[in-house]
């Protein structure tokens, strides 16, 4: 009887390693469409199903319409905003104050994920005290108008986590990571279990 339970504990364990990723995997998919569709409630547009009197939901017709209305403003951003017109509504969003932050914040993040100048594109390790290293990515190389010419900024993400923490350190302290940015993002984010 031991062997059989031990057996049994085994593929519970294997089956859940299988089936724990797929689940929680579809589960965020199914939230983010149902969420993006609540919040949007664009089934509305389609009208009432004649025979049953219900309004007509399409799942996940709330999710296209937003990725269409983000693949529509880049085509009309690439073709046909000009240099003059962006940097009027640059100039114009720098007159708002409060909107001005979040928008240059949130605009930054993304520009360092997606844009054409990624800014976490350059892993490091930094020897920090008692001899312990942390994985980060290099975001500011100079630091002269910080009076900062030694030293450097370096974001080192959380784990499990869309958050971080920038810190400024010595330059001698900081050596590059042979490994791509995506692998070690990966290998920080996922608490060091995968990405090698």
């Known amino acids: 009887m031991n062997k059989v339970g031990k057996a049994i504990l085994n593929y519970l364990i294997k089956g859940l390693l299988l089936v724990v990723p797929i689940a929680v995997s579809i589960f965020i998919v199914v939230w983010a469409v149902t969420t993006v569709d609540s919040w949007l409630n664009v089934n509305n547009i389609l009208g009432v199903n ?5 309004s007509r939901n399409i799942p ?9 209305i983000i693949l529509l403003a880049g085509i009309f951003v690439t073709n046909l905003v000009t240099e003059p ?5 640059q100039r114009m969003m720098q007159r708002l104050p409060l909107l001005n932050f979040i928008y240059t914040s949130i605009k930054d993040l993304t520009e360092a994920f ?3 100048e990624k800014k976490f594109n350059h892993p490091v390790i930094v020897e920090v005290e008692g001899g ?13 108008k910080l009076d ?16 971080g923490q920038l810190c400024i350190v010595k330059r001698d302290k900081v050596k590059d990571l042979k490994m791509s940015a995506a692998e070690a993002m990966k290998l920080v984010v996922s608490g060091g279990v995968s990405g090698l």
């Open 85 to 89: 017109m962006y940097n009027w509504f």
């Open 60 to 68: 996940g017709f709330g999710l296209l319409t937003v990725l269409t």
């Open 148 to 163: 900062l010419p030694d030293e450097v900024a370096v974001y080192f993400p959380l784990s499990y986590s869309f958050a």
């Open 50 to 54: 004649p025979r049953t009197g219900e």
């Open 132 to 144: 312990m290293k942390k994985i980060g990515f290099l975001t500011q190389n100079d630091l002269h």
């Open 114 to 116: 997606v844009g054409d």
